[in-house]
C-alpha cells in the first residue's frame, strides 16, 4: 500500500510540474529477469536439484529395502498358519516376523524424520542462496546510481496489492537491467557446495525402538 500511495504522489508530482520531472533522473531495473539471468542462480540452482536428486535416490533406496522386508514378513506369517509346524517352531517363525517388523517399522520412522529434515535443509538454503543473490544484484545497482545519478530507481517487475505491475510502462532509455547483469555476469561463478551455501544436512538421530511393534501395511 504504501509503495502504490508513493509512486501515486511522484506520478501527480511530476504530472504538475513538468519542469521538476525533466531533472529528475529516473532508472528502472527487471529485477526478475536480473536474477534469474545471473549466472550464480543457476549454479545454485543446479547444485540444490543435485542435492535433492541425491536424497531421493538414497529414500528410494531404503524404500526397496523396506519393501523386502514387508514381503519377508508377509512370508513368515503364511508360514505360521501351516498345520503341519510344530508349536515351537511356529513361535520362531512368529518371532523372527516380529523382530522384523521392528525393524522395518523403526527404518520407516527414520525415513520420515530424514525425509523432512532434508526437504527443509534444502528448502533454507535455498531462502538463504536467494537472498544473497538479491544482495548481490541489490550492491551492482546502488553503484550504477552512483556513477548515473539516478534520483530514483523502479523495479519493473515488481507487483503492486492487486497483482497489477507498479511500473505499467518507462522508457528504454531509463532501463539498465542488462547494465547489471553484465556486470554481474563478469565475476567469477560459485563452484563448490561450500559457495553456494548448499552443504548437506546432518543425519538424522537414531530412533527409540517402538515397544510393541507392528506388522507394516503392503504397499497397494
Excluded at 500511495?5 to 529516473?26: D, G, T, Y
Excluded at 543457476?42 to 543435485?50: C, G, L, M, N
Excluded at 533406496?61 to 519393501?67: A, H, L, N, S
Excluded at 522386508?69 to 515351537?88: C, P, R, V, Y
Amino acid at each position: 500500500m504504501k509503495k502504490t500511495l508513493i509512486l501515486s504522489l511522484l506520478i501527480a508530482s511530476l504530472a504538475l510540474n513538468h519542469q521538476a520531472a525533466a531533472e529528475i533522473n529516473i532508472g528502472t531495473v527487471d529485477m526478475k529477469k536480473v536474477f534469474e539471468s545471473y549466472k550464480k542462480t543457476k549454479d545454485a540452482e543446479q547444485r540444490i536439484s543435485e542435492m535433492r536428486n541425491k536424497y531421493k535416490k538414497e529414500l528410494d533406496e531404503r524404500m526397496e529395502k523396506i519393501k523386502g522386508m514387508k514381503d519377508e514378513i508377509d512370508k513368515l506369517t503364511e508360514e505360521t498358519k501351516k498345520a503341519e509346524l510344530s508349536a515351537e517352531k511356529r513361535q520362531d517363525k512368529a518371532k523372527k516376523r516380529d523382530e522384523i517388523a521392528n525393524e522395518a517399522n523403526n527404518m520407516w520412522r527414520d525415513i520420515q524424520q530424514a525425509q523432512q529434515e532434508k526437504e527443509k535443509s534444502l528448502a533454507d538454503h535455498s531462502v538463504r542462496m536467494r537472498n544473497g543473490i538479491v544482495e548481490e544484484i541489490k550492491k551492482i545497482i546502488d553503484k550504477n546510481v552512483a556513477t548515473k545519478g539516478y534520483d530514483l530507481v523502479f523495479d519493473k517487475s515488481g507487483p503492486s496489492l492487486n497483482g497489477v505491475n507498479i511500473v505499467l510502462h518507462a522508457k528504454e532509455a531509463w532501463d539498465f537491467t542488462k547494465d547489471v547483469v553484465d556486470e554481474l555476469n563478469k565475476a567469477p561463478g560459485a563452484s563448490s557446495a561450500e559457495d553456494l551455501d548448499v552443504a548437506p544436512p546432518a543425519a538424522p538421530a537414531a530412533t527409540t525402538p517402538a515397544a510393541k511393534p507392528a506388522t507394516p501395511k503392503k504397499d497397494k
